[in-house]
Each structure stands twice: as structure tokens, then as C-alpha cells.
């Protein structure tokens, strides 16, 4: 009988769990849709972090599994036109393929779903111990776009100067500590009868202490990083540049780029076009200062194109480069940044290093050729493997990324060790139609500024084009989709940081800290058993 009477209450409990879960979901969406909600993003985790403890560890799992694919799912949504567009699928099947990407970046959740419910079964405060799950995770699982929770705060200046001591990672370390600490106390608050709660809620005071101060230091630290960065820049060598946004995929964008450049004439020293703005050379070309040589050295359908005769100053223009050893029907081709100088001579080569998935090519497409014709990637790409920056005339390094690699965080980090005083991304992103895509690219890039304290310049076809300065702060941005003209004063940084010497340490130093602990857990008779399985 008194199984009977409990069980529709358990069951309206578990109801309610479910629910909670589900706005905790449509919460985390928010500050990926609008950064401006990245406060929901405490709260999304403090209450996801509430409803998977003391549950059974499967039902921890399938409530981060339901939290992540929700709140990718609602985030990331414009991807199922973009797959629809760029593979040539049908909506029904684009929405496969989609919520196929979905569910398999949402199994981290699970796992850390997982590990909530088992970490609070002996003692609540074991939750501070997530930070070294979430971490690895988010570090080494393998996806195609490569966010983090860090992401949803590129509002909050004061929090996003950490990254230059432990990248994106010592961002995603403050929010899990803060809200595993917070839903700690709500745990103990409500499993705690009143006359209880002065005698637990000290044991609460020495963990609460520790994360707040750890908190505070980190907004401390951020205060004086934005007072002190711009003083670094002062005195140092400029380099006036100018980034043109304009869609290269339609054909008048070439002479609109080519008006646009002769209009700064005497203003910049260095024009900057977005990807795929001129054609497809042989690596031997050493100049585009002859016509005929350049035909000769060219494929089509641009084949003879010179990107800017007698140009007012030096371009950096995104193309693509075929190996001499190589007929240009065939390839492989690598995309490519070039640097003219004013005479026209190729100064330098950058080859993108990182391709992008399904765009550039197909992962297994070595194995099996025919997954190129699947996703309709007609030429076939290699990545370059030289991180060096492209050098001025003048001396000046520009540490170049193409697309893609501008959200990888060990692409701009290689440029910075290899001497570049100053990071510039050119992009085409004619696929992404959606607004909000363009804006969320420009948050995964943001941090790459923050983490080498450089200033960084993007040039887009579609958007977003900006200049950031090295505390993250968007200084001037162009609108998206129009066309448009940026000027810039950018200081060349030669200063190192933390993180561009040691690179991913924190995702590592967590896994160390989660093998500690399970070996504890493992060979100590206090720890063994705890908490159910099912």
C-alpha cells in the first residue's frame, strides 16, 4: 500500500525533473542566439547540474544527452539549411543528417549528466569535481564546430581576459566551479531540514570560499588586463589597413574589390579581400605583374585573372594554389592567401592548414573517393603545414588564417610562436546565409585576440567583418551582407602569453586530476560502492 501511495508523487517528481531539463535546454540555446542572454547560461547549468543528482546514473546520462541536444539543437539550427544548400539534400534530409551532428555532440553531456549523478551520491560537494570531466570533453571530442562554453560569455570583457592564461578552457573552468558550488547549496537546501541547516551549511563555507575567491581573481585579473593592454600598445609600429567585405560569388565582385582598393589609395598600407576573391595560379608564379604569364601559370574559369593591376598598395587576397608538379585539371589544390606588394611580386604564400569538413572535404574521403561526389566537393584539397606569418616589405608579420581555422584555437596560436605581431582571418561564408551563424563564427573566433593578445582583423564576404582589439573588444564591424569598407590602425604586438607558450595545458592538468580521483575512488574502501547504478 504505501507503494501504491508513493508512486504517483515520484512519478509527478520525475515529470518535473524531465521538464526542468528541458527549460534548462531551451535556456543554454539563449546566449548562442543573443549573447547579450549570457546569464542564462549560469543558470541553465546550475539547475542541469540540480536535477541529474542522486538519480540513477543511466537517467543522468539521458538528461544531459536531452539538455545538450536541445540546446545545440535550437543554437545551431540554421545548419540544416546550410547542409541542405551545400550537399544539395532535401529539408527532411538535411534534418537527418543534422540531428545525426546533434546527437553525437550532445553524448558529452550525457557523460557529464553521468557523472553528476554519481559524483552526488556520497557527499554533494563532489560536484566541484565536474570541471575535470567537462574540460577533457570539450577539449577532445571530436566536432566539427568547435565550441565551448566560453563561447556564450563574449559579453562579459572582465571573465574573457583569462583565456590568455589558460584559453577558452579556464573560462568553461570559472562557470562549471560557480555553478556546481550553487547547485550544491540548493541541494543542501532542500535535503536539509531547518534545524540543520546552520550545522552543514559550514561545511558548505570552506568550498564556497575557495570558488568565490578563485571567481573574484579571475574578475580581478580581467579589470586589469583591460586597463593595462591598451597601454602596451602604445609606441609600437602601425599598420593601416583596409578590409573590403563584398560576396565573391557573384562575378562583379572582382572589379567592385579592384574600384574599392584604388579608392584607398594613400590611405592604408595593406588592402585585405576575402577568400576565393581571385583565381586558381601554379605555386611557381612568382608575379602577377605580366599577363601572359599568368595565363600560362592559371586555371579557368579565372584563368588569366590579375587580382589588381598597379595596386596602391599591398593586397592580401585569398585564392587557390596548384603544385607545378601537378596539371591544374586535376590538382590537388591547396586555398591560399597571397601577399602582393605594390609591384605586384608575390611576397608570400599562406596554405590553409585546417579544411573544413564537408566543405573542403569529406572525412574518409582518402579510403573512398566517391564521398567527395556525395557532398559535393568538386576539387580536391590538401592542407598546408607551414604556421609561419606572411612578412611585409617593411618587415611587418601577418599571422594569416583562412575561414575555418579562425575557430581553431592551436591555428592562430602556431602563427603567434612563429613570430606573427598580428592575426588576420579571410573568409568567404557565401553558404552561410543565416545571420546568426555569421555571428556566432565571429564569437568562436573572438577568443583567439584574448588568448595571443594581438589585434585581430577578419575579412569576410558576407559578414562578419571587424576588427578586434586584444581584450576582445569589436572596435568597428561592417554590416552583414552589405558591402563595405573598414579602416584600421592596427599596433603590431610582439608580447607572449601563457597560453601561447603552453597551449591546451588545462584540458590535460584535468585529466591527471580525474585520474587521481578515480584511483581513489578505486582502491579506497570509503569510496567503493557508492551510489546506485540503475
Known amino acids: 500500500m504505501l507503494r501504491r501511495a508513493e508512486t504517483p508523487s515520484k512519478l509527478l517528481q520525475r515529470v518535473a525533473a524531465i521538464c526542468g531539463v528541458v527549460l534548462a535546454g531551451v535556456a543554454l540555446s539563449t546566449a548562442w542566439l543573443d549573447a547579450r542572454w549570457f546569464v542564462a547560461t549560469w543558470f541553465s547549468l546550475t539547475a542541469f547540474f540540480f536535477l541529474c543528482a542522486n538519480r540513477p546514473r543511466w537517467m543522468g546520462f539521458v538528461f544531459g544527452f536531452v539538455y545538450g541536444a536541445l540546446g545545440l539543437g535550437l543554437a545551431f539550427r540554421w545548419s540544416v539549411d546550410m547542409l541542405s544548400q551545400s550537399i544539395g539534400l532535401e529539408i527532411w534530409q538535411a534534418s537527418i543528417v543534422f540531428a545525426g551532428l546533434v546527437a553525437w555532440e550532445s553524448v558529452p553531456f550525457g557523460a557529464l549528466g553521468a557523472c553528476a549523478t554519481r559524483l552526488s551520491h556520497e557527499r554533494p560537494w563532489q560536484l566541484l569535481w ?12 571530436p566536432r566539427v564546430f568547435r565550441w565551448q562554453l566560453a563561447h556564450s560569455q563574449t559579453d562579459v570583457l572582465p571573465l574573457l581576459q583569462i583565456a590568455d592564461l589558460g584559453g577558452a578552457a579556464s573560462i568553461g573552468l570559472i562557470m562549471l566551479l560557480v555553478t556546481a558550488i550553487a547547485a550544491i547549496w540548493l541541494l543542501w537546501l532542500r535535503d536539509t531540514k531547518p534545524a540543520g541547516l546552520p550545522v552543514r551549511s559550514q561545511r558548505l563555507l570552506g568550498p564556497t570560499c575557495v570558488v568565490s575567491a578563485i571567481a573574484v581573481a579571475a574578475l580581478a585579473y580581467g579589470l586589469v588586463q583591460l586597463s593595462l593592454q591598451p597601454r602596451l600598445a602604445q609606441d609600437r609600429p602601425v599598420l593601416s589597413v583596409g578590409l573590403l567585405q563584398a560576396d565573391t560569388s557573384y562575378l562583379a565582385t572582382h572589379p567592385d574589390l579592384s574600384k574599392r582598393s584604388y579608392e584607398l589609395a594613400g590611405q592604408v598600407d595593406l588592402v585585405c579581400w576575402p577568400e576565393s576573391s581571385i583565381g586558381c595560379y601554379q605555386s611557381s608564379l612568382a608575379s602577377f605583374q605580366d599577363q601572359e604569364t599568368i595565363k600560362q601559370f592559371s586555371r579557368g574559369p579565372e584563368r588569366g585573372l590579375r587580382p589588381l593591376p598597379n595596386p596602391p598598395c599591398m593586397v592580401l587576397a585569398g585564392g587557390k594554389d596548384f603544385d607545378s608538379r601537378t596539371t591544374p585539371e586535376d590538382g590537388p589544390y591547396f586555398q591560399t592567401a597571397y601577399l602582393i606588394d605594390r609591384d605586384e611580386t608575390i611576397l608570400g604564400r599562406y596554405y590553409k592548414r585546417r579544411l573544413m569538413p564537408i566543405g573542403e572535404y569529406c572525412p574518409g574521403q ?3 573517393p566517391e564521398l567527395r561526389q556525395v557532398v559535393n566537393v568538386d576539387d580536391l584539397f590538401v592542407p598546408g603545414n607551414d604556421p609561419k606569418p606572411l612578412v611585409t616589405r617593411e618587415g611587418a608579420k601577418l599571422g594569416v588564417l583562412i575561414c575555418y581555422e579562425d575557430i581553431v584555437a592551436s591555428v592562430a596560436r602556431d602563427s603567434v610562436r612563429h613570430g606573427a605581431e598580428l592575426l588576420i582571418t579571410i573568409i568567404n561564408a557565401s553558404r552561410f546565409e543565416s545571420p546568426i551563424a555569421l555571428e556566432q563564427h565571429m564569437r568562436l573566433a573572438l ?23 586584444p581584450c576582445g ?5 561592417a554590416p552583414i551582407g552589405e558591402k563595405a569598407t573598414l579602416l584600421a590602425d592596427v599596433p603590431l604586438l610582439t608580447t607572449r602569453t601563457l597560453n601561447s607558450y603552453l597551449g591546451d595545458f588545462l584540458p590535460w592538468l584535468c585529466v ?3 585520474t587521481l580521483y578515480m584511483a581513489r575512488a578505486r582502491f579506497s574502501p570509503h569510496w567503493q560502492g557508492v551510489g546506485p547504478s540503475a
Do not use: H, K, M, Q
Open 366 to 368: 582518402y579510403y573512398f
Open 473 to 477: 573588444r569589436i572596435i568597428d564591424r
Open 130 to 141: 565536474l570541471p575535470s570531466v567537462w574540460i577533457p570533453l570539450e577539449a577532445f571530442w
Open 447 to 469: 577568443l583567439r585576440a584574448v588568448e595571443n593578445r594581438r589585434y585581430f582583423l577578419r575579412t569576410a564576404g558576407t559578414g562578419v567583418t571587424c576588427v578586434i582589439d
Open 512 to 514: 591527471v586530476g580525474l
